[in-house]
């Protein structure tokens, strides 16, 4: 049940997304990409000026070439007809951004935000959405001054005008995939802190840990905690490159603690410290040394998730080496997440073009690492009641081993005696022991004499009440305790022993002596066992095959 419960999770995600992906190439009709070209800041260019001589803008060099500091970008010509009223780009590092847009009568007209005043242009999808300054003419083209950019990703990424209806669209999209990604994993984290709290896996708080720098990082990463909390544009992404490390490392620290134990051992274990030592260190190293030490701190980070990546291939190597149960869960659950983490590197290193969708693709693939970890937690823990289940079966079996004679399945004399010290009240003792036995097994030989004590235990089995404790205490010697209240007519015994068929059709007969009495003390019990003994021998020393009654164990 809780692994099906997973698994309707992840479908849900997967659908969601499945939808998005629908629906994106139908809006994508109402967007106006923008390709813009860059010119450095001088600190005395005029916008006007530059307007007018589009020819200084460079459109071939990529932007990431240029490094970090201030820049000056225009965009292509505007088609005519335009109907877009919102700009939208992506949130990237940026000290201060003013939009100029120059209108087909000439005019231009100016909006300024900084990175302390970007929260309130933030949408879902970290996401800055600015509207166009109202004019009466169509706008002609854009030109953008952007200050302090840290261009570690690009100055500016992904710009593009929507009218209002795609933006809201968009914004519905980004709402749904955020709001189930927040509730899977509120579901993930609340079902694996009530399993945690009964079982105490040591694996569970690595995960339970994980999932909540996941809740963190999709508040951070979409630009939400900047809306609600009115936070610095560049200290939300200071504290999104932390959390994204910490999702790293617990995650790290989660599949250790899961995988069996051998897979790690050796250097791994220590190989592993290494890299979440790394990791945290190089996102600590950005988090407090940008924007002065970007381009060092900015390397080490995407040198650890490169270890990251790197340390998947022998944990796998290992995993498929000795048998791992888990290898296929490792694999499924770390897929998405170590190909998203190639793409980010290879952006990062300008092998491929930052998008905004490789920013969302990560909640995508978190989201499905989550749920198959969840998955595989319900896997383990399946394999765990298992293993419970199975011990205590043999635990059960141990003590019936320990309690029961092997040959003839009754009670033997521990077991016994045991079980009848925790009764009490009036109860009858009756002994039987068979009559030349050692005549017995000199003649049919020791393997008849055992199948002989077997069909004897048979025997005493037909006549005793359900009640009754029936044990073998000796090699020939048998015991039967019943309550007094209904006691068991000696005379049946001998009786039911005549009517089972003995090995060889051999004749066996028995002497039985019996006594009755409370069971409030040991010496009660003992002297008892004394009486009904007495009596056994008066029955052997009177021909055997036969009963005869002790006196009566009063209590004193």
């Not at 109202?134 to 261009?151: D, I, T």
């Not at 290898?327 to 170590?338: D, I, S």
């Not at 009486?531 to 021998?537: S, Y």
Request: aromatic share 8%.
């Amino acid at each position: 049940m809780p692994a099906g419960f997973q698994w309707r999770r992840i479908a849900m995600i997967v659908l969601s997304f499945a939808i998005a992906c629908c629906i994106l190439p139908a809006a994508a009709q109402a967007r106006t990409p923008l390709k813009a070209c860059v010119l450095r800041d001088t600190g005395s260019q005029n916008p006007a000026a530059l307007f007018a001589a589009p020819d200084r803008f460079d459109c071939t060099t990529p932007q990431r070439a240029f490094g970090p500091g201030s820049y000056w970008l225009l965009s292509q010509p505007l088609p005519a007809g335009l109907s877009g009223e919102l700009l939208r780009q992506g949130s990237v590092w940026q000290d201060r951004v003013t939009l100029y847009v120059r209108y087909t009568d000439g005019a231009i007209r100016h909006v300024a935000f900084t990175s302390r005043t970007t929260w309130r242009l933030l949408q879902l999808g970290a996401v800055i959405q600015i509207p166009l300054p109202a004019h009466s003419a169509a706008p002609e083209r854009l030109l953008w001054h952007v200050e302090g950019s840290l261009n570690r990703r690009g100055i500016l990424v992904a710009p593009v005008l929507v009218d209002r209806h795609t933006a809201q669209n968009s914004d519905r999209e980004m709402v749904a995939l955020y709001a189930a990604f927040a509730g899977m994993c509120l579901a993930l984290l609340i079902y694996n802190l009530a399993i945690w709290a009964a079982l105490r896996q040591g694996f569970q708080p690595a995960y339970c840990v994980m999932v909540l720098c996941l809740l963190a990082y999709a508040l951070s990463a979409s630009g939400l905690l900047g809306q609600l909390t009115g936070m610095d544009n560049n200290d939300r992404q200071r504290l999104s490159y932390m959390l994204l490390a910490l999702i790293a490392a617990s995650a790290v620290i989660f599949v250790r603690a899961f995988m069996e134990r051998r897979v790690f051992d050796g250097w791994l274990r220590p190989a592993s410290n290494v890299v979440i030592g790394f990791l945290l260190l190089s996102a600590a190293s950005f988090t407090v040394l940008v924007p002065r030490y970007a381009g060092v701190t900015d390397l080490m980070c995407t040198i650890g998730y490169c270890m990251v990546v790197a340390l998947t291939v022998p944990v796998v190597w290992r995993a498929w080496r000795l048998r791992s149960r888990f290898l296929l869960l490792f694999a499924l659950a770390w897929g998405p997440p170590v190909l998203c983490a190639v793409v980010r590197i290879l952006a990062s290193m300008s092998l491929v073009k930052w998008q905004l969708w490789i920013d969302n693709s990560t909640f995508i693939a978190l989201a499905l690492e989550a749920s198959m970890s969840s998955v595989g937690i319900a896997y383990r823990i399946r394999l765990l009641s298992r293993e419970r289940d199975e011990a205590r079966a043999q635990e059960v079996a141990a003590l019936r081993l320990a309690a029961v004679d092997p040959l003839t399945g009754l009670l033997n004399r521990r077991a016994f005696l045991e079980a009848a010290m925790a009764r009490a009240g009036e109860h009858q003792l009756v002994l039987i022991d068979i009559d030349h036995f050692k005549a017995v097994n000199e003649t049919i030989g020791h393997d008849g004499g055992d199948e002989v004590l077997r069909v004897f235990a048979r025997a005493l089995r037909s006549v005793a009440a359900p009640e009754s404790l029936i044990a073998r205490i000796g090699g020939e010697e048998f015991a039967i305790l019943t309550p007094a209240a209904a006691p068991l007519d000696a005379r049946l015994v001998l009786d039911g022993l005549r009517g089972h068929r003995m090995p060889f059709d051999l004749g066996v007969t028995a002497s039985i002596g019996t006594c009755v009495g409370p069971l409030h003390r040991e010496i009660d019990w003992k002297t008892m066992y004394r009486n009904a003994d007495r009596a056994l021998f008066e029955a052997k020393a009177a021909g055997r095959d036969r009963v005869r009654h002790g006196l009566r164990n009063d209590a004193a």
